[in-house]
């Protein structure tokens, strides 16, 4: 039995993912205060991710207003009917101003339904903009976000989950990276996407009621 691989990204709010995450990449899991001011220092990044986004890819600025958001933006759907209309619902993409609201319990869903959307699952593959807000997630807060892939092994269902962006995209952004995080911290960012055992976590699932 062999079935096609299957990606998907997986946003996760528990803080024992992070704490896995940083035993495995050897980078040690600072504290809330220290997270926030790391992502308050991200967030001219992101603002410029987001005016590309408008800019070059035909996103706009969302009419919901929520203070409490880094910016909400939205897109028509990628997809299209027989006659050229969006053939799914409006994709909206929001960031949080505080790293703190990931972690709240009444806003999990929310993530979720950004994380988990199709802006991630396939709108990131062909819009630079998009990886690269994942991709930074994943170094702000190594674990909250990762790509997930499946596939149907004989022995089972091997799932590998990706934790950090590829070597190459570290070394593509090494100075906004260390404008952020300050040099020590990059290198041990790029020592850890450079060890597949640090950037990657293989799990085999054995198919139930198999003997």
């Known amino acids: 039995m062999q079935g096609k691989a299957r990606f998907e990204v997986v946003f996760s709010s528990d803080v024992r993912n992070m704490d896995e995450w940083a035993r495995r990449t050897h980078i040690p899991l600072t504290t809330a205060d220290a997270l926030g001011t790391t992502y308050a220092r991200a967030h001219r990044w ?18 919901e207003s ?20 969006p053939a799914g619902p409006t994709l909206k993409l929001q960031l949080p101003v505080h790293a703190s609201s990931f972690f709240s319990p009444e806003r999990r869903v929310q993530w979720q339904m950004v994380f988990h959307s199709d802006i991630f699952e396939s709108v990131r593959k062909i819009c630079p903009p998009i ?47 260390v404008d952020i995080f300050g040099v020590a911290h990059f290198k041990a960012l790029r020592k850890a996407c450079r060890d597949v055992k640090a950037a990657y976590k293989l799990e085999v699932l054995p198919y139930p009621n198999r003997r």
Not at 46 to 63: G, P, T
Not at 158 to 174: F, M
């Open 46 to 63: 992101l603002q410029a991710l987001r005016l590309q986004l408008i800019h070059q890819h035909k996103w706009k600025d969302s009419s």
């Open 66 to 85: 929520d203070h409490r958001m880094l910016f909400a933006i939205e897109t028509s759907s990628i997809w299209r009917s027989s006659v050229g209309l």
């Open 131 to 177: 990886n690269d807000i994942l991709c930074l997630i994943q170094c702000l807060l190594t674990g909250v976000v990762t790509v997930v892939c499946e596939e149907d092994l004989p022995e089972g269902v091997h799932r590998t989950t990706r934790g950090l962006p590829p070597e190459s995209w570290i070394n593509a952004n090494e100075a906004q990276l």
